[in-house]
């Protein structure tokens, strides 16, 4: 008899979810693929053919597995495939345990380790009607998944929680007992006082500490890109070569050929850091950290913001529901992995890193000056690589992106739910296929945008930037135009004296403040005017130039324009 198997691997949220730094996070994402991909192994192993993903070699594989039985058990299959999965989970364990077990709690270790993967299975027999097959099946996996099993607690009395998410003690040992080895504390990246359970330390230094590159690193690349091959830049970049990689964790070129100008934590570059840096470095080494301040004293201060990038396909259910066979959805699944692909080569190509690429999910961070262009490239991709897939209503899947705009310093996680924010956002548009992105400066409430992406926000940001630079427009403009949109929301005048009388305000305003070098640029700033229809409108002009304002800084810091949509000015008299 034929089947179709579904099997869903977790946890997400502590593989995912829970992360101080950006290697926790990645590497989470990279456990959840690799032990994902051990049971679709399994599954091709035992005679079965995967549908989603198309193969175990896709470049990432999604926690849930789709597949055809055409003989064998299910329940059998189902159970060699949870044996793989804990299998796969215990190699990265015994690898994180030889690493740092001078450090751990041995018996802690030994009661969380068995006690982490989740998985779930669920199988139909088949018929004729692959559709109604696949239905019912994903019923069954949902409801197999909220009959959750629970083994009894473990906990331990005056054992610390983990500090990433506080579900289980600490299996660190208390380095006021018990002395670590030298620069340990460097090696696991602990700061004084954290916690790690065994989840959190096998993404910490499982496979070996390979750095990957932080947030500040990714907040600082416009400024590298505009000091590089600078006379300070190349001395601060000579204190850098000098540093042992205990001190200052050097990157992987080849891995991230993008930060080859300065391929170091950005933490190096923020003075404001520093303290917390010495914090992670023996007392021996924390001269050298004036070298560096030295060294920076010649130079600007880089920007302190990244943008993190969140993107998920629209009407994706709807478009599987309609495919008709597991010969078309594998080829669905095929064109996925396409995508998943192409977007680490474009996050790559933004200066950014990918977080994780699967099925139709993004998550990455980005510099600031590159977060608009590779969101772009991510959406065109997505809906050309899957236009010939259409809904039963005939629509093809799109992508929606959410880009929050964050201070390195925040806490990740809420970096994380800002992108995630932004990204719900961009669903909630109607008819979605849209672009939000969200502002979060360190006081005052975010600033917020969402479009579609047929209405081209990402050009209209990146216009508004260009006209800030070139003071077209004036920096402090937003804040005058806000209370003229309060003013015009009263309805005080019929719709079309209301619309004139707004606009007239507008450009005065802008006439008004306008320093002399921006009025050739008159015409276009017109026509900008002449789109703004009503009060609401009016604002979300103000809310999209407050966020082109940090897009235009940068811009500047990476002494680059933009994408130069302002065409050739024209000498223009005040009006």
Same mark, same amino acid.
């Given at each position: 008899?034929?089947?179709?198997?579904?099997?869903?691997?977790?946890?997400?949220?502590?593989?995912?979810?829970?992360?101080?730094?950006?290697?926790?996070?990645?590497?989470?994402?990279?456990?959840?693929?690799?032990?994902?991909?051990?049971?679709?192994?399994?599954?091709?192993?035992?005679?079965?053919?995967?549908?989603?993903?198309?193969?175990?070699?896709?470049?990432?594989?999604?926690?849930?597995?789709?597949?055809?039985?055409?003989?064998?058990?299910?329940?059998?299959?189902?159970?060699?495939?949870?044996?793989?999965?804990?299998?796969?989970?215990?190699?990265?364990?015994?690898?994180?345990?030889?690493?740092?077990?001078?450090?751990?709690?041995?018996?802690?270790?030994?009661?969380?380790?068995?006690?982490?993967?989740?998985?779930?299975?669920?199988?139909?027999?088949?018929?004729?009607?692959?559709?109604?097959?696949?239905?019912?099946?994903?019923?069954?996996?949902?409801?197999?998944?909220?009959?959750?099993?629970?083994?009894?607690?473990?906990?331990?009395?005056?054992?610390?929680?983990?500090?990433?998410?506080?579900?289980?003690?600490?299996?660190?040992?208390?380095?006021?007992?018990?002395?670590?080895?030298?620069?340990?504390?460097?090696?696991?990246?602990?700061?004084?006082?954290?916690?790690?359970?065994?989840?959190?330390?096998?993404?910490?230094?499982?496979?070996?500490?390979?750095?990957?590159?932080?947030?500040?690193?990714?907040?600082?690349?416009?400024?590298?890109?505009?000091?590089?091959?600078?006379?300070?830049?190349?001395?601060?970049?000579?204190?850098?070569?000098?540093?042992?990689?205990?001190?200052?964790?050097?990157?992987?070129?080849?891995?991230?050929?993008?930060?080859?100008?300065?391929?170091?934590?950005?933490?190096?570059?923020?003075?404001?850091?520093?303290?917390?840096?010495?914090?992670?470095?023996?007392?021996?080494?924390?001269?050298?950290?004036?070298?560096?301040?030295?060294?920076?004293?010649?130079?600007?201060?880089?920007?302190?913001?990244?943008?993190?990038?969140?993107?998920?396909?629209?009407?994706?259910?709807?478009?599987?529901?309609?495919?008709?066979?597991?010969?078309?959805?594998?080829?669905?699944?095929?064109?996925?992995?396409?995508?998943?692909?192409?977007?680490?080569?474009?996050?790559?190509?933004?200066?950014? !890193?990918?977080?994780? @690429?699967?099925?139709? &999910? +993004? /998550?990455?961070?980005?510099?600031?000056?590159?977060?608009?262009? $590779?969101? *772009?490239?991510?959406?065109?991709?997505?809906?050309?690589?899957?236009?010939?897939?259409?809904?039963?209503?005939?629509?093809?899947?799109?992508?929606?992106?959410?880009?929050?705009?964050?201070?390195?310093?925040?806490?990740?996680?809420?970096?994380?739910?800002?992108?995630?924010?932004?990204?719900?956002?961009?669903?909630?548009?109607?008819?979605?296929?849209?672009?939000?992105?969200?502002?979060?400066?360190?006081?005052?409430?975010?600033?917020?945008?969402?479009?579609?992406?047929?209405?081209?926000?990402?050009?209209?940001?990146?216009?508004?930037?260009?006209?800030?630079?070139?003071?077209?427009?004036?920096?402090?403009?937003?804040?005058?135009?806000?209370?003229?949109?309060?003013?015009?929301?009263?309805?005080?005048?019929?719709?079309? !004296?209301?619309?004139? @009388?707004?606009?007239? &305000? +507008? /450009?005065?305003?802008?006439?008004?403040?306008?320093?002399?070098? $921006?009025? *050739?640029?008159?015409?276009?700033?017109?026509?900008?005017?002449?789109?703004?229809?009503?009060?609401?409108?009016?604002?979300?002009?103000?809310?999209?130039?407050?966020?082109?304002?940090?897009?235009?800084?940068?811009?500047?810091?990476?002494?680059?324009?933009?994408?130069?949509?302002?065409?050739?000015?024209?000498?223009?008299?005040?009006?």
């Amino acid at each position: 008899m034929s089947h179709l198997l579904a099997i869903a691997v977790g946890p997400v949220q502590e593989f995912i979810a829970a992360a101080r730094r950006t290697r926790d996070l990645w590497f989470g994402s990279y456990l959840l693929s690799e032990i994902s991909r051990a049971v679709a192994k399994s599954v091709e192993a035992d005679g079965g053919k995967l549908i989603f993903p198309a193969s175990s070699a896709a470049e990432n594989v999604a926690n849930v597995i789709l597949a055809e039985l055409p003989t064998g058990d299910p329940k059998e299959v189902a159970a060699k495939a949870k044996q793989a999965a804990q299998k796969r989970w215990l190699e990265f364990v015994d690898d994180a345990w030889h690493q740092a077990k001078s450090v751990i709690r041995e018996e802690i270790w030994n009661d969380q380790k068995d006690d982490v993967i989740e998985f779930y299975a669920a199988w139909v027999l088949r018929s004729a009607d692959y559709q109604a097959d696949r239905a019912k099946l994903m019923r069954l996996l949902a409801g197999r998944k909220n009959c959750r099993d629970f083994l009894p607690a473990k906990g331990r009395a005056g054992v610390p929680k983990s500090s990433l998410d506080g579900q289980r003690e600490s299996v660190l040992k208390d380095p006021a007992r018990e002395r670590w080895p030298a620069r340990c504390r460097t090696q696991l990246r602990v700061r004084e006082g954290e916690q790690l359970d065994v989840v959190g330390l096998v993404k910490r230094i499982a496979e070996g500490n390979r750095p990957y590159p932080s947030v500040s690193r990714l907040a600082c690349d416009p400024w590298v890109r505009g000091c590089a091959g600078k006379l300070p830049f190349e001395r601060l970049r000579a204190v850098c070569d000098e540093l042992p990689g205990s001190v200052l964790h050097r990157l992987d070129t080849q891995s991230f050929p993008a930060f080859r100008d300065f391929p170091y934590e950005g933490t190096a570059v923020y003075v404001g850091r520093h303290r917390e840096w010495q914090q992670e470095i023996d007392e021996e080494d924390r001269f050298i950290i004036e070298d560096i301040q030295k060294a920076l004293s010649n130079l600007p201060t880089p920007l302190p913001y990244l943008a993190v990038l969140v993107a998920d396909g629209d009407s994706m259910g709807a478009t599987i529901s309609a495919l008709v066979s597991p010969e078309a959805h594998r080829a669905f699944s095929a064109a996925l992995d396409g995508f998943a692909n192409a977007a680490r080569q474009i996050i790559q190509d933004h200066h950014g !890193v990918l977080v994780y @690429a699967g099925g139709d &999910d +993004v /998550l990455a961070f980005l510099p600031v000056d590159k977060c608009l262009e $590779g969101a *772009r490239q991510l959406h065109d991709h997505f809906v050309n690589l899957l236009t010939n897939y259409k809904s039963k209503d005939g629509k093809s899947p799109t992508l929606s992106v959410g880009i929050a705009i964050g201070h390195f310093m925040e806490n990740l996680e809420d970096l994380l739910d800002y992108g995630r924010a932004a990204e719900k956002a961009a669903k909630g548009v109607p008819s979605k296929d849209a672009l939000a992105v969200h502002l979060h400066k360190r006081s005052g409430a975010p600033i917020k945008m969402a479009s579609r992406w047929q209405s081209h926000p990402d050009s209209r940001l990146t216009l508004y930037a260009e006209l800030l630079q070139k003071e077209a427009l004036p920096s402090k403009l937003p804040y005058d135009l806000n209370q003229l949109a309060e003013l015009y929301e009263a309805p005080r005048w019929a719709e079309d !004296v209301r619309r004139m @009388a707004m606009q007239k &305000d +507008v /450009l005065r305003i802008i006439a008004d403040k306008q320093p002399r070098a $921006g009025r *050739r640029y008159l015409s276009q700033v017109r026509d900008i005017v002449a789109g703004l229809e009503n009060a609401q409108a009016l604002q979300s002009f103000c809310n999209e130039l407050l966020i082109a304002r940090l897009l235009a800084e940068a811009f500047d810091q990476a002494r680059s324009r933009p994408t130069q949509l302002l065409p050739e000015p024209q000498e223009a008299t005040r009006s």
